[in-house]
């Protein structure tokens, strides 16, 4: 049974920090690009940031540039977000997502698992 599990979201000012953690499990980690996606309520799931299979790339849209870093640690099965200067545009649900074909990774329909979500609120 493939699990993901996010965790790390909360409440916290504009400019703070925050660093989201998406443990993996049923799946072979290093097969998967990895992604996260946040939901805000009343819009539409848009992409975050993705990262290769191999860790070797990484991708952010042009609203976290600079500010949000993802990276992988294969030993944990685990995926981060890093979060730094947060705005408060940046309040949403925040998910983590598996992605086998590599491709597409800025398409959430690409994504074959999905985690439950974690809430991040930024307070200005």
């Not at 409440?11 to 690009?33: D, H, K, M, N, P």
């Not at 860790?55 to 979060?83: E, H, P, W």
């Amino acid at each position: 049974q493939v699990q993901l599990v996010e965790s790390g979201g909360g409440l916290v000012q504009a400019g703070g920090s925050l660093r989201l953690s998406c443990t993996t499990s049923g799946l072979t980690f290093s097969i998967y690009a990895m992604g996260w996606f946040r939901q805000a309520p009343g819009k539409e799931r848009e992409f975050v940031a993705a990262i290769t299979r191999s860790g070797s790339d990484s991708y952010y849209a042009d609203s976290v540039k600079g500010r949000f870093t993802i990276s992988r640690d294969y030993a944990k099965n685990t995926v981060y977000l890093q979060m730094n200067s947060l705005k408060p545009e940046d309040t949403a649900v925040y998910h983590c997502g598996a992605q086998w074909s590599g491709s597409y990774v800025y398409n959430w329909r690409s994504y074959n698992y999905w985690g439950q979500g974690t809430q991040v609120t930024v307070s200005s």
